[in-house]
């Protein structure tokens, strides 16, 4: 599985765009990048996945180069409730199933008033 | 959507007893399942996946006989902590993966397991 780089935090305002960037150099060409969201003392949320290009849904975009080396997870006008930490997964098969999971150490986002 | 639920969310033991953890896939089948901990602020670290109706393939460095897994249906797999210590004290959480149709993986909520 590729191994992914995130920063380890940040910080942003209610009402502000975040993006979250997420290396993989090592990604393979049947690999998918998917992103979860994960609150203290719950287990992580999928937020979104995609292969290439841009993928949107009803919470969050997601923007991947030509390349493919990296990946941008948009969340749009963020609120307090947004506070938490994402992990950036990259590994084979579709469907959200990328079987082992392997987590690296997340972004933690403060979103603050 | 597909729900994953753990029982006990918090559990208190002493240290040398045992502690069974369920996983349940409560809408859905799931022929495999994934068991995590974290430790405090700290990523999720998999310990061993569990196919039903089979032995379960445990991570490098997880002792297969502390941990104890049992996967006997296609809704249900468990932990068991054997003799725990305190620093088997973190929060486990498991996922399964769902058979029909993109075959995604539903996390629970996690337990929170203290050893005292």
């Known amino acids: 599985l590729a191994k992914t780089t995130q920063p380890i935090s940040m910080d942003s305002y209610e009402g502000q765009e975040v993006n979250i960037t997420c290396s993989h150099n090592n990604i393979a060409t049947n690999d998918y990048i998917t992103w979860y969201q994960q609150f203290p003392s719950q287990g992580p949320r999928f937020i979104i996945q995609?292969?290439?290009t841009k993928v949107t849904n009803e919470v969050a975009s997601l923007f991947i180069p030509a390349d493919r080396k990296s990946s941008t997870l948009s969340l749009p006008r963020v609120s307090l409730s947004d506070t938490a930490v994402y992990y950036c997964?990259?590994?084979?098969?579709?469907?959200?199933?990328?079987?082992?999971?392997?987590f690296g150490k997340g972004t933690k986002l403060s979103v603050k008033p | 959507g597909a729900v994953v639920s753990q029982h006990p969310s918090r559990v208190i033991c002493k240290s040398g007893t045992s502690v069974k953890i369920e996983c349940r896939s409560l809408?859905?089948?799931?022929?495999?399942m994934f068991w995590y901990r974290q430790f405090p602020k700290q990523s999720l670290m998999l310990m061993a996946t569990s196919n039903e109706g089979s032995k379960a393939t445990y991570e490098q460095g997880v002792e297969k006989d502390k941990f104890l897994i049992n996967h006997a249906s296609l809704t249900l797999s468990t932990l068991t902590v054997t003799s725990a210590h305190p620093e088997d004290s973190s929060f486990y959480i498991c996922?399964?993966?769902?058979?029909?149709?993109?075959?995604?993986?539903?996390f629970g909520p996690g337990t929170r397991l203290t050893v005292t």
């Open positions: 995609g292969y290439k």
């Open positions: 809408d859905f089948q799931a022929t495999t």
């Open positions: 997964l990259v590994g084979p098969n579709y469907g959200g199933s990328q079987g082992n999971l392997i």
């Open positions: 996922s399964a993966q769902s058979t029909d149709p993109t075959y995604e993986q539903y």
